[in-house]
């Protein structure tokens, strides 16, 4: 079955740091590909998507790209904020170019400092 | 705000008993989406309707029950609750079928005590 693997938290920062969250995938198929975050308290977020290989997804300064050849979709971000503290999902989903039944990360929770 | 609203936000409740989380999706959204968010299992699909019909089912217990009514809201109820059953669970819509994008609702704490 369909699994994603990311790297364990918490990751802590300081402001202005660059940012990479590790997240691997097994998938049968071409899924798609996604990044959700969770701020305190709500609920989960589309912070970016690639739908095919190769495919970089980008979003208020976060960019990931589609790597089939090594089955990943690392985050990154330049220069991290205080208010980018939150937990990231790393997601693929069953059927390339749906978001139907999402397989989810455990999560990374990332905590930036001043 | 994503336009989909779960009510309620909080709800305790003893083991043994049944609740039911209501799910209205954003308008203009036919697809909905459940999902459970725990510590030990992390966040599992759960189900998903699309226009009243079940469209796909994942790791729902056969205690846990959902449906979509005529005006596209959904609900999720769940019986005989036992402790692990404490979790965030949330609903998602998406305009089609095949949603290439799915908005979530900020959740439904269920605690079981």
């Known amino acids: 079955g369909n699994s994603v693997t990311q790297m364990e938290g918490p990751v802590t920062l300081s402001e202005e740091a660059f940012l990479t969250i590790n997240c691997t995938y097994t998938?049968?198929?071409?899924?798609?590909l996604f990044w959700y975050v969770q701020y305190p308290g709500e609920g989960l977020q589309l912070l970016l998507k690639?739908?095919?290989?190769?495919d970089k997804g980008s979003n208020k300064g976060f960019e990931a790209t589609y790597r089939k050849e090594t089955t990943s979709f690392h985050l990154e971000k330049g220069s991290v904020q205080v208010s980018d503290s939150a937990v990231y999902f790393c997601?693929?989903?069953?059927?390339?170019?749906?978001?139907?039944?999402?397989?989810f990360g455990t999560g990374t929770r990332l905590q930036v400092t001043l | 705000d994503s336009g989909v609203t779960q009510t309620p936000k909080h709800l305790i409740t003893a083991t043994g008993q049944r609740v039911t989380l209501r799910c209205s999706p954003r308008?203009?959204?036919?697809?909905v989406y459940w999902y459970q968010q725990s510590l030990d299992q992390g966040l599992q699909f759960l189900i998903h309707?699309?226009?009243?019909?079940?469209?796909a089912k994942g790791n729902i217990l056969e205690r846990f029950s959902a449906q979509q009514f005529p005006d596209l809201h959904s609900e999720l109820n769940l019986s005989s609750l036992e402790l692990g059953d404490s979790a965030l669970y949330f609903c998602?819509?998406?305009?089609?079928?095949?949603?290439?994008?799915?908005?979530f609702g900020e959740g439904s704490w269920l605690t079981v005590v």
């Open positions: 998938a049968t198929g071409y899924p798609s």
């Open positions: 690639a739908t095919k290989a190769d």
């Open positions: 309707y699309y226009n009243g019909e079940e469209r």
């Open positions: 997601a693929l989903s069953d059927r390339a170019g749906t978001a139907s039944k999402l397989t």
């Open positions: 998602a819509s998406s305009v089609g079928h095949e949603g290439n994008t799915i908005y």
């Open positions: 308008s203009g959204d036919l697809s």
